[in-house]
């Protein structure tokens, strides 16, 4: 079976775009556009990643941190931003993100880390195409 992501994010084009560079890899990616969407979403499947902007309509991404934490199963957390800086990376490492990406998405590095995050001890896994 493939991994599930929940990427969570104000902005449609950027959920459009991660599809896009995704499609080929055995997964399923759903799309929340609030921090309240994305709580039913987590109610009704398991995800093995959760993919968050760090400002988001309803909150931050420490929000989406605690939001992973209250799933009984084991989810990883990937910050996303466009400033994307050192500060930002030690933060949400230190608080138990998985990794941060930058903004705009680089497609190599979005693969790299989800493939990472997806292959860790208790996650599904899927295999690297392409």
Same mark, same amino acid.
């Given at each position: 079976?493939?991994? %599930?992501?929940?990427?969570? #994010? +104000?902005? %449609? !084009?950027?959920?459009?775009?991660? $599809? /896009?560079?995704? &499609?080929?890899?055995?997964?399923?990616?759903?799309?929340? +556009?609030?921090?309240?969407?994305?709580?039913?979403?987590? @109610? @009704? &499947?398991?995800?093995? =990643?959760?993919?968050? !902007?760090?400002? $988001?309509?309803? +909150? /931050?991404?420490?929000?989406?941190? &605690?939001?992973?934490?209250?799933?009984?199963?084991?989810?990883?957390?990937? =910050?996303?931003?466009?400033? *994307?800086?050192?500060?930002?990376?030690? !933060?949400?490492?230190?608080?138990?993100?998985?990794?941060?990406?930058? /903004?705009?998405?680089? !497609?190599?590095? =979005? %693969?790299?880390? $989800?493939?990472?995050?997806? #292959?860790?001890?208790? /996650?599904?896994?899927?295999? *690297?195409?392409?």
């Amino acid at each position: 079976m493939g991994s %599930r992501i929940l990427f969570i #994010s +104000g902005c %449609r !084009e950027d959920a459009r775009r991660l $599809l /896009q560079m995704l &499609h080929s890899l055995p997964l399923a990616m759903d799309h929340a +556009g609030t921090l309240r969407q994305a709580h039913a979403k987590l @109610q @009704q &499947h398991d995800y093995d =990643v959760i993919l968050t !902007e760090a400002a $988001l309509p309803d +909150g /931050q991404w420490l929000d989406a941190l &605690h939001l992973a934490r209250e799933h009984p199963r084991d989810v990883e957390v990937i =910050v996303t931003d466009p400033q *994307a800086d050192a500060r930002l990376w030690a !933060e949400a490492l230190n608080l138990g993100a998985y990794d941060l990406l930058a /903004q705009p998405f680089y !497609e190599p590095e =979005v %693969r790299r880390i $989800l493939y990472n995050a997806c #292959s860790r001890p208790g /996650q599904a896994t899927f295999a *690297a195409a392409g």
